[in-house]
């Protein structure tokens, strides 16, 4: 595989879009790549053995989900401490 061309098409808070051009076996294919910082996930589970959820409103959908706590990672931060 051979890289014929790289750009940013869009950079916002929580990600970036990225399209790769690249050529393999005389072909040329275009990809879009979604660039994050990462994030964590934690699995809370009680001295009873449940397992912890919390609702969250999210945007998009204009609803409540019913999801694991998770986080998104800081620059340079360990997922170990992730707020």
Excluded: W
Excluded at 10 to 17: E, L
Excluded at 37 to 42: L, S
Excluded at 70 to 78: I, R
Aim: hydrophobic share 35%.
């Amino acid at each position: 595989m051979k890289l014929v061309n790289s750009r940013n098409v869009y950079s916002g808070k929580k990600f970036s879009v990225r399209v790769d051009t690249y050529e393999s076996s005389g072909s040329e294919y275009r990809v879009e790549i979604i660039e994050h910082k990462g994030a964590v996930v934690i699995l809370p589970i009680t001295d009873e053995g449940k397992i912890v959820f919390v609702k969250q409103y999210r945007y998009p959908i204009r609803k409540e989900l019913i999801e694991l706590p998770a986080g998104t990672l800081s620059k340079g931060e360990s997922p170990k401490v992730c707020s």
